[in-house]
């Protein structure tokens, strides 16, 4: 005997409550899961390295940033100078030509400026040069620019223990256009006196290219 149409919805009906009933405890896990997914993620963070502190990472950015006694050394060379200029273009006798310097410590003594006025080839030249020391790579820096070039020459190098002599390479173009090694030397004689000298690579051979003997004014 087939059932009735309403004992048949009855069980239906029934059949439905029970299957739900059942996948109550399987929601409820679910969204405990889900709940719990987030402490889990918590839990594992102090795992991870710490980033560093924001005080200890600006204390380290002022240290660097702060001039010390590499930037001292600098310092002897201020002031404003009378440069004579002995170049060499070949063999021989060098041209001799005068100017003047001044020079200063800019940016809270983090560098030295110099602003230098002569004549060459018969020409008004003018020049401009920074030099300074990197507390991070632990080398003096310089940047020199003038009126006879639109190339930027950048050098870097050392000074001795005595903190006489500073010697710095670059690379730069020589009397042909090239790329030539140069050897810059800036020696401090005295308060009143320094001497820089450039030497080139040319013929495979270091030579004098230019020598100039400042004397304060």
Not at 8 to 31: E, K, M, T
Not at 170 to 179: H, I, L, N, V, W
Not at 192 to 212: A, K, P
Request: proline share 7%; aromatic share 6%.
């Amino acid at each position: 005997m087939n059932p009735r149409p309403s004992s048949c919805r009855h069980r239906a009906a029934l059949a439905l409550s029970v299957c739900l009933l059942a996948a109550l405890p399987a929601a409820a896990w679910a969204r405990d899961a889900v709940k719990a997914k987030p402490a889990a993620k918590a839990a594992a963070k102090p795992e991870a390295s710490a980033p560093a502190a924001p005080d200890s990472m600006m204390a380290e950015m002022m240290k660097l940033a702060t001039p010390g006694p590499a930037h001292a050394t600098l310092k002897a060379m201020e002031g404003k100078w009378k440069a004579v200029v002995k170049s060499w273009n070949g063999p021989g006798e060098p041209s001799v030509s005068e100017g003047t310097a001044e020079n200063r410590m800019i940016l809270g003594g983090r560098y030295l400026e110099e602003r230098f006025q002569s004549t060459m080839m018969q020409m008004p030249f003018e020049g401009y040069g920074l030099t300074g020391y990197d507390n991070a790579s632990h080398r003096y820096q310089s940047l020199w620019v003038d009126n006879m070039s639109t190339s930027m020459m950048t050098s870097a190098g050392a000074m001795d223990d005595a903190g006489k002599t500073l010697t710095m390479t670059a690379t730069a173009p020589g009397p042909d256009g090239k790329p030539m090694d140069m050897r810059m030397v800036n020696k401090i004689v005295d308060e009143n006196t320094h001497v820089f000298s450039m030497y080139g690579i040319m013929g495979g051979q270091e030579q004098l290219m230019m020598e100039i003997t400042y004397t304060r004014m």
